[in-house]
Each structure stands twice: as C-alpha cells, then as structure tokens.
C-alpha cells in the first residue's frame, strides 16, 4: 500500500487550537508526520467549518497545492511554503485537480471551478454552474473581472474531477456527477444528495454517500456499499461541549484510488480506512485522532520521496 497525503479541519475548536493540519502515512513503516499545523487566528467563525483547515490536495512536478478556504498554497517537498494565490471568486474550497496545464478548484461558496493556469500563476479559467430544478446551465467567465457569479452556494459543489473524457463535478446538492466536455454540461449519473468525492471510475461511479454514512460503487453491472468505520461512544474525546459545531462521527470525506480494484477513504473522527471491491469487509484501518470534532478532508497518494526530517 503507498503512503499517503491526508488533510482534516477541526470543528467547533476556539481561538488558539488548532484547526487541523496536513499528515503524512507512511502505511508500510506505520509512520506518521504532521508537517502543516494549521493554527491561525485569522478565521471566519460564522460557520460550520467554513474558513477552518485545509481541504482539497493535488501535484504538480516537484510541489503540492493546498487549499483553504479562500487561499491555495504551494508546498515543495519538505512542505516550506512556494507560493500562495488568492482570488476573489475563491470562498468555502473543496477538492482540486490538476489537468491540463492548470489546477482546477471547486469553489464551493461561487458555485463555480475556478483554474489557476500553472505557467503563469494567473486565474484566467471559471466555470459557473448553475440549475433550475433539475436542468442544469453552466456559464464561463473570467476570474480576472468583474463580472463573475454571486456568492450563492446553491448546490454546494464539493469536487472537481478531471481524465480525458471531461471534467467531473458534483456537490451535496446537485442529486448527479455532472460532465463539462469543454462546451456543454450534462448529467452523466444521478448520485443520493449529501455526498463527496464522486468520480468515474472504471465502468461506473465512485463516492462518499455521506449522508448514509457509507461508501459507495455504482456501475450497470456491480453496486457495492461500505460501511463508515464507527466507534464506541465512550472512545471519543472532546464530546462535551455544549457546541453546534461538532462534527459527528461517521461523516464521509475524502477519497482516493490506488488501483483498479483498491480504494481509501476517510471520515471523522479522523480515521482513513482501506477498502477493496472484491472483499465485503474494509481491509485496513487508520486512525489519527479520536477527536470526533478532527475530520478527514482531502486525501491522496504521496507521490514523492518520504520526507528527510
């Protein structure tokens, strides 16, 4: 199994906790490294989870890109911050990508994906995605102007995903993984509302049903569901605040493959777990924190070295 890149928000944390960070399994050696501690002062604290940690992860030669709310940050391999970029039209991030020469953000709070053209660090790419129902429009515009969309999050996307046949995107409330084929936005599945991380995969779909707590894969031929790892209540830490804001346990997010037949995903508290189609039972079992405020958000392969501290 490779090692892996995981990145969790802490909710219903105060001012001078931290609010979640970015670690590093080593799955084979049973290492872990925390090199991000995300602990800033600087934070919206309207909303759940909003403008807390760190979201969605993506590669680009020798970097890793980051995103926050309304930042994405570059990161070289010892996880010294490059770059950041900041963008009007970015507000409440998600997932991200790389594909073509630019990284595409899925900006939720917009409605919209954003693209950061990776050869001459401007945003020059936006897509808004828009419905009416169940029809579904889309409108291009320019992240440079000002003429982009309002700050609505009516559908509340929640990932961007990209391969040769289009660009893939999908959100608690669009009810489908919708397909951008460079011209026109169309319905290439129907999905259950409140999910994360859907994307193709082989003859069918791949998600987090995180309303129903599970993991899914849907083709014609094949539906198989896996159940979020739970815990025993009293494993739990930081459950007696009188706060709104927890997160619960069992909450689905973040989701990667390794192969043809393997998959890893994550949840809260923060726990990534190892899944294989052609078993009924999860395979491996990680868990960070025990904090069910500490919830998995992005999660990817490590494509690089393991770090020299």
């Known amino acids: 199994m490779p090692s892996l890149i995981a990145t969790s928000v802490v909710r219903g944390t105060r001012q001078g906790e931290s609010h979640g960070g970015v670690y590093l399994i080593n799955t084979e050696r049973g290492e872990l490294l925390k090199p991000v501690d995300w602990n800033t002062v600087d934070i919206d604290w309207s909303g759940r989870g909003w403008d807390r940690g760190l979201r969605g992860i993506a590669f680009h030669g020798e970097q890793s890109y980051i995103v926050a709310s309304d930042e994405l940050f570059c990161f070289d391999q010892g996880f010294r911050l490059v770059a950041s970029f900041k963008n009007t039209y970015l507000k409440h991030c998600h997932e991200i990508t790389v594909h073509g020469g630019h990284l595409f953000i899925c900006s939720t709070g ?16 936006g897509l808004n995605v828009m419905s009416e129902g169940a029809a579904f429009g889309l409108r291009r515009f320019d992240p440079r102007s000002e003429e982009g969309p309002l700050l609505l999050n009516k ?18 409330r669009t009810k489908a993984l919708l397909r951008f084929d460079g011209e026109r936005l169309s319905v290439l599945s129907t999905l259950p509302p409140g999910i994360h991380n859907a994307q193709p995969f082989g003859e069918g779909v791949l998600f987090n049903d995180t309303q129903a707590d599970a993991v899914r894969f849907e083709s014609p031929e094949t539906r198989k569901a896996f159940r979020v790892p739970r815990y025993a209540a009293h494993k739990l830490t930081h459950t007696d605040r009188d706060d709104s804001k927890l997160a619960r346990q ?3 997010r973040g989701l990667c493959v390794i192969d043809e037949h393997r998959l890893v995903a994550g949840s809260s508290p923060s726990t990534i777990t190892l899944y294989d189609l052609r078993e009924q039972r999860p395979q491996a079992l990680i868990n960070l924190s025990m904090d069910v405020r500490n919830a998995i958000h992005g999660l990817e392969v490590w494509p690089y070295a393991w770090p020299q501290r």
């Open 110 to 125: 917009f409605d919209s994906v954003i693209g950061l053209n990776l050869e001459t660090k401007e945003f020059d790419w």
């Open 250 to 252: 069992g909450f689905g």
């Open 155 to 172: 559908l509340h996307l929640n990932t961007v995903f990209c391969n040769s046949g289009g660009m893939y995107i999908s959100g608690l």
